[in-house]
């Protein structure tokens, strides 16, 4: 039986679709069969984040609606075989995100894989909330930023309440807290919340904290996960947050401002 | 620190104030997140019941669950008219 996890946070552009994509690469790379589903009902994007946009021909919904088989919709990642991607619908409504049908499909592919991402639309409609409504453990995306941790603390309440394992009083959802956008002289100059402070808030397990990084544009422009990019910080901090995932202690990296040079220091640079 | 900073160290930290708005904001919306369903509701009837005897502002009738330690606290707040 796969774990279902679900990648959310409330509020739009803060690196859910980045965390998807790097997770599931991150797990299938250590060797877990992965399956990423877009649950963002059309406005599809982590076909483009993943690499794969010009090989979708089928999706989701046309598999909830039994239209196709599992297997016809489902993307073979070509860097790595044991990742796959479901793409979301680009014209469907949203509607057709039926509790029947999400929960079929996510048992059909539970019995295959052994790990199922949801990649969650932004906001708390009916995408977001069938998103998270089967999760076992949810990782929630918060950059340090009033909006987001308020957004984010919100979706910790609906995580509690309208989830399969709150509804059947099962054990609850593991909750994680992944910290993207870091910058750690911001912090440093008191004008960013600090990791401490944004855990203080919203009380939960630090899994990882992902420094700004010009490689995740980069990736994305390249429908590359930044995952695979082992020499950028970001790619570092999502393969350290993977291994956290799986259960291995690590220490948080890229939390303190990099040492500069006498120059860099006193002109900023 | 760059050199330019130190002449700027009087100005707020907006990080700090960024945190505390948060633990108020947050705070309040789990209080009334966790608050029993029923609240609107028994407030409502409430209202009714006074209202049979005396004449309230739907405003003048405060209705609030707090926590004192282990126990639940339903506080009704009426401010009656004068006479």
């Known amino acids: 039986m796969a774990r279902n996890i679900v990648i959310t946070s409330g509020k739009g552009g803060v690196g859910k679709t980045t965390t998807s994509a790097a997770f599931a690469m991150g797990l299938a790379k250590k060797g877990h069969r992965t399956v990423v589903i877009d649950f963002d009902v059309g406005l599809r994007n982590l076909d483009l984040i993943m690499g794969c946009e010009r090989r979708v021909v089928y999706d989701f919904i046309n598999v909830i609606h039994k239209e196709v088989n599992l297997n016809q919709a489902l993307i073979r990642d070509k860097r790595c075989k044991e990742l796959y991607v479901l793409p979301a619908s680009q014209t469907r409504d949203k509607a057709a995100l039926s509790v029947e049908g999400v929960g079929r499909v996510l048992e059909e592919l539970g019995r295959d894989f052994d790990y199922v991402i949801c990649d969650s639309p932004a906001g708390i409609e009916h995408g977001a909330t069938m998103a998270m409504y089967f999760a076992d453990d949810a990782i929630v995306v918060t950059n340090p930023e009033v909006s987001s941790v308020r957004d984010s603390d919100r979706m910790l309440g609906i995580l509690s309440s309208k989830s399969r394992r709150a509804e059947n009083n099962q054990d609850p959802i593991r909750e994680y807290l992944l910290l993207s956008r870091y910058s750690p002289d911001r912090v440093s100059r008191g004008e960013m919340l600090s990791v401490e402070d944004v855990q203080e808030i919203l009380s939960l397990d630090l899994l990882g904290v992902i420094p700004e990084s010009g490689a995740v544009l980069d990736a994305s422009n390249k429908g590359i996960p930044v995952i695979l990019n082992a020499e950028s910080t970001a790619g570092q901090a999502y393969q350290d947050a993977v291994t956290r995932y799986l259960g291995e202690d690590l220490p948080h990296r890229f939390l303190e401002v990099e040492k500069r040079s006498l120059f860099g220091r006193l002109f900023g640079g | ?83």
């Open chain 2, 1 to 83: 620190m760059r050199l330019l900073d130190l002449f700027r160290k009087n100005r707020p930290q907006s990080a700090s104030i960024a945190k505390e708005r948060l633990q108020i904001l947050v705070a309040h919306e789990r209080m009334e997140r966790n608050s029993p369903s029923y609240l609107p509701k028994l407030k409502q009837d409430l209202m009714d019941v006074i209202r049979k005897y005396v004449t309230v502002d739907q405003n003048d009738i405060q209705v609030k669950l707090g926590r004192d330690g282990n126990n639940e606290i339903l506080e009704l707040n009426i401010l009656l008219p004068e006479k």
